[in-house]
T-cell receptor
Framework: EPEVTQTPSHQVTQMGQEVILRCVPISNHLYFYWYRQILGQKVEFLVSFYNNEISEKSEIFDDQFSVERPDGSNFTLKIRSTKLEDSAMYFC???????????FGQGTRLTVV | GENVEQHPSTLSVQEGDSAVIKCTYSDSASNYFPWYKQELGKRPQLIIDIRSNVGEKKDQRIAVTLNKTAKHFSLHITETQPEDSAVYFCAASIRDTGNQFYFGTGTSLTVIP
């Protein structure tokens, strides 16, 4: 069964450093999402991406965040200058057009020290 | 925007008993309501979903009910087993669009053997 895959599984970075989280969505999916989950809290929406552009973003997704689909298969989330409060589990998800279910990756645990 | 509320935040039941988790939503345009199960350290996985043209859906020990008028939906797990222990998230979305999923705050279910 096809899966959304994310790398790395765990990333430790120093405050102020840039990080790039990578995702490979399911191949025939057209909608892509990034969510984050701070430990013990609910899953929060960051951004959605369709047709090579951002279709929706939340207040969390400020100028420090950006997304890219550089080569037609990868979908990346970049945080330019990480803060301590960016520490969370980041989930990528993808969805096939016209079908409701979103499939989640296994997550990248980002720890900012 | 959509606001999804979920209750209770924690739930403990004896093995074999039933568990019920309730969610409400605010946006009448939402028409797709998935439930995700998240085991510790793992990705959220869809366990059941319901669309707004249906009032109830059942899959073995799991059922979901939807009341569109009152804007609430519930997850019912019967004959609970220890492996049902996890965090359960409800969500609301507009199906067939790229719109984000709005998640509830999660219910931590513990099934006591």
């Amino acid at each position: 069964e096809p899966e959304v895959t994310q790398t790395p599984s765990h990333q430790v970075t120093q405050m102020g450093q840039e990080v790039i989280l990578r995702c490979v969505p399911i191949s025939n999916h057209l909608y892509f999402y990034w969510y984050r989950q701070i430990l013990g809290q609910k899953v929060e929406f960051l951004v959605s991406f369709y047709n090579n552009e951002i279709s929706e973003k939340s207040e969390i997704f400020d100028d420090q965040f950006s997304v890219e689909r550089p080569d037609g298969s990868n979908f990346t989330l970049k945080i330019r200058s990480t803060k301590l409060e960016d520490s969370a589990m980041y989930f990528c998800a993808s969805k096939r057009q016209g079908i409701g279910e979103a499939f989640f990756g296994q997550g990248t645990r980002l720890t900012v020290v | 925007g959509e606001n999804v509320e979920q209750h209770p935040s924690t739930l403990s039941v004896q093995e074999g008993d039933s568990a019920v988790i309730k969610c409400t939503y605010s946006d009448s345009a939402s028409n797709y309501f998935p439930w995700y199960k998240q085991e510790l350290g793992k990705r959220p996985q869809l366990i059941i979903d319901i669309r707004s043209n249906v009032g109830e859906k059942k899959d073995q020990r799991i059922a979901v009910t939807l009341n569109k008028t009152a804007k609430h939906f519930s997850l019912h797990i019967t004959e609970t087993q220890p492996e049902d222990s996890a965090v359960y998230f409800c969500a609301a979305s507009i199906r067939d669009t790229g719109n984000q999923f709005y998640f509830g705050t999660g219910t931590s279910l513990t099934v006591i053997p």
